[in-house]
């Protein structure tokens, strides 16, 4: 990947607090997880700019010559995210492929489907001739970076390990919890909070899978 893994996980970190419904707009979208991070990162590094020459605004540098934005466009960022998670999902209905969905977001779908069409790797028609691979190798670090979900339901009752990583996530969400390692009344109350705050459904106290990766 064209960054250094130190680099990107500055750039997750930062971004992550900072706007934290990202990974609530992928999970809505079906995306993959973290792929808005990747796609963020090779478009400005994770930064709320104007870009590519003055034409690119945003997270993800939506394109004013095809999108009609401008610098209001900037106030939002989880405008811009829902913005470019509906341009990935829409790409991966058309295309039925994760790489070829990300490549149609920098080249635009109809250059995709024409190097397609010739039997050509979509990359070769996006900047710099690699946009999806590096895309898909930022995200595939990313994703190595987080605690990877034990594969049981996490509730009232829980202990150890998991719960206290649980009860740390939720103090950064704003959560006044001690880090005892006790699923206990407090913190099922607050992962409730966690799950309202994200659109979670349902708003049960319990942390699954879709709960863990919100979280992480």
């Known amino acids: 990947m064209k960054i250094s893994a130190s680099e990107l996980d500055r ?6 607090e900072t706007w934290d419904f990202i990974k609530a707009v992928e999970a809505n979208r079906n995306l993959p ?10 478009e400005s590094n994770l930064r709320n ?9 945003g997270v993800w540098q939506r394109d004013n010559r095809s999108w009609g934005v401008d610098r209001k466009y900037l106030d939002s960022v989880l405008t811009q995210a829902r913005d470019a998670g509906d341009l990935l999902a829409a790409n991966f209905k058309r295309f039925e492929n994760w790489r070829h969905a990300i490549a149609a977001y920098n080249a635009g779908a109809g250059a995709v489907a024409r190097a397609l069409r010739d039997k ?3 990359d070769q028609v996006t900047t710099g001739r690699d946009y999806s691979r590096d895309v898909w190798e930022r995200r595939a670090h990313l ?23 649980i009860q740390k996530r939720l103090r950064r969400f704003g959560a006044e919890l ?12 607050a992962v409730k909070d966690f799950q309202q705050q994200r659109l979670l459904l349902p708003t049960d106290g319990i942390v699954g899978f879709k709960t863990w990766s919100q979280l992480f």
């Open 178 to 189: 001690e880090l005892d390692g006790d699923f206990g009344h407090m913190t099922e109350d």
């Open 33 to 42: 997880r973290l792929v808005l991070f990747a796609v963020g990162s090779r």
């Open 11 to 16: 750039q997750y970190d930062r971004a992550n």
């Open 49 to 57: 700019i104007v870009g590519d020459g003055g034409h690119g605004y």
């Open 120 to 122: 050509k790797d979509p």
């Open 143 to 165: 994703v190595t970076q987080l605690p990877v979900y034990p594969g049981d339901l996490i509730k009232r009752g829980s202990d150890g390990a998991n719960v206290r990583l």
